[in-house]
């Protein structure tokens, strides 16, 4: 397994996906945290709700993360180099697994790049129009660490998500479509089952302000379950299924 794994992770180095997703992540996570932290509203900024808001930017390495995951499996169908993985490696779960394991840690790094550049700079933001930090040591660790965990789910969650559809087209539109449309309307609508969504259970995990979401220690359990979920749907995929 520990071969496999770093055959993965190797997979991940030597592409140039990640780098591109990183690349694209770092712009996105850039302008989201200067345009919150200074064309924000001074009055917002200076309370703890607001300042979650703004350090919480860096949740959106949680989004490249499970693209990152989708990618890492989708692209071996899309490109025919899944038949000799799986000619050297016959037992598909084990590869699926170390798919996952690789997309898990891609996922981490994604996302702690992504926080360090929304802490950061969203701290020099609030200095320089004279906002204290509202939140605590505690409080930021809570964040962090919540988001990178997020972070960390959702790459594995990508990864098994690909390999149960395969299309690398149809994973990424239905995530988008999912992401941005169907969750957004479900919390909207009807929160009090909203909540129970992936995104929600993420942003619960990463500290998010915002009313109806679970506990972070109750969203972090959820989104594991359903990174079991997929993982499980993914391999049962993976064995039944003829590859192309």
């Keep these: 397994m520990s071969g496999q794994l770093r055959a993965e992770l ?12 990183m690349l694209g992540m770092v712009a996105l996570v850039l302008l989201a945290t200067l345009g919150q932290g200074l064309a924000g509203d001074a009055e917002e900024l200076g309370r703890e709700s607001g300042q979650r808001n703004l350090f919480g930017v860096g949740s959106a390495g949680t989004l490249f993360a499970a693209l990152a995951g989708i990618m890492a499996v989708t692209s071996e169908f ?28 891609a996922g981490l790094v994604l996302t702690a790049t992504a926080q360090a550049l929304a802490l950061g700079i969203g701290y020099v933001a609030l200095r320089g129009r004279g906002l204290d930090v509202a ?11 919540g988001t990178l965990a997020a972070g960390a789910l959702w790459g594995g969650i990508g990864a098994s998500l690909g390999a149960l559809v395969r299309s690398q087209v149809g994973a990424i539109i239905g995530l988008l479509a999912w992401s941005f449309i ?12 909203g909540r129970f969504a992936p995104g929600s259970a993420s942003n619960a995990l990463s500290g998010a302000a915002a009313d109806h979401l679970l506990s972070a220690a109750a969203g972090g359990a959820l989104l594991a379950g ?13 064995l039944r299924r003829d590859v192309p």
Aim: charged share 15%; no cysteine.
């Design 10 to 21: 190797l997979k991940l180095r030597t592409t140039r996906t990640v780098l591109v997703l």
């Design 78 to 105: 899309r490109h025919g180099t899944i038949r000799p993985t799986l000619v050297f490696s016959p037992r598909r779960e084990r590869v699926l697994a170390a798919k996952v394991a690789a997309a898990v840690v």
């Design 135 to 145: 939140l605590g040591g505690a409080e930021i660790g809570a964040i962090v660490g």
């Design 182 to 193: 169907a969750e957004g309307l479900l919390f909207g609508l009807a929160p009090r089952y």
């Design 226 to 238: 359903y990174l079991a979920a997929f993982a499980a749907a993914g391999a049962a995929s993976m």
